[in-house]
């Protein structure tokens, strides 16, 4: 099961007015994604080891409620859809009692060092079962198959 990705609203990231600036929501989903992809089984890291990159396509976020410093943001991370060449991906972002703050989503793409779209399906066949998996709704077993280790598809 993916567990949401907790955050706590630091000083820095507010503005002037005590609230957050909504340009920190982009990193909160990037360390959301990060997490998520961890515990899929398959690290941001272990995949640029292996020459594969996922840049961001799309974005777009839609504020709800504001945050302040010191707030506890729990981050769910879904997939929403998966078509072998474009991850979508949303995000929920709520405060501990349920509020939820923002809602938003990105797309991501899979490139290898040259720029070229990677052949997911065959290049890494477990990642693709993984997210077909979360994307149809058996969310708890997504990670089963998937290597634990440090590099994908070992």
Not at 31 to 36: G, L, N, V, Y
Not at 138 to 151: F, H, I, V
Request: hydrophobic share 35%.
């Amino acid at each position: 099961m993916i567990q949401p990705t907790v955050h706590r609203v630091q000083y820095y990231e507010t503005d002037m007015m005590g609230i957050v600036h909504h340009a920190n929501y982009l990193h909160w989903m990037e360390e959301a994604r990060i997490d998520f992809m961890d515990q899929l089984g398959f690290p941001y890291a272990a995949m640029e080891r292996n020459q594969i990159y996922s840049p961001v396509k799309t974005v777009s976020c839609e504020y709800r409620q504001p945050c302040t410093f010191g707030e506890e943001i729990r981050i769910r991370v879904s997939v929403e859809a998966f078509n072998g060449v474009v991850l979508r991906i949303g995000y929920e972002m709520e405060k501990p009692s349920g509020e939820t703050v923002c809602t938003a989503h990105s797309e991501h793409v899979f490139l290898n060092r040259e720029g070229r779209f990677v052949r997911l399906k065959r290049d890494l066949p477990e990642f693709c079962r993984a997210l077909e998996q979360l994307l149809n709704g058996s969310g708890g077993e997504a990670g089963k198959d998937a290597p634990a280790g440090d590099e994908p598809g070992a």
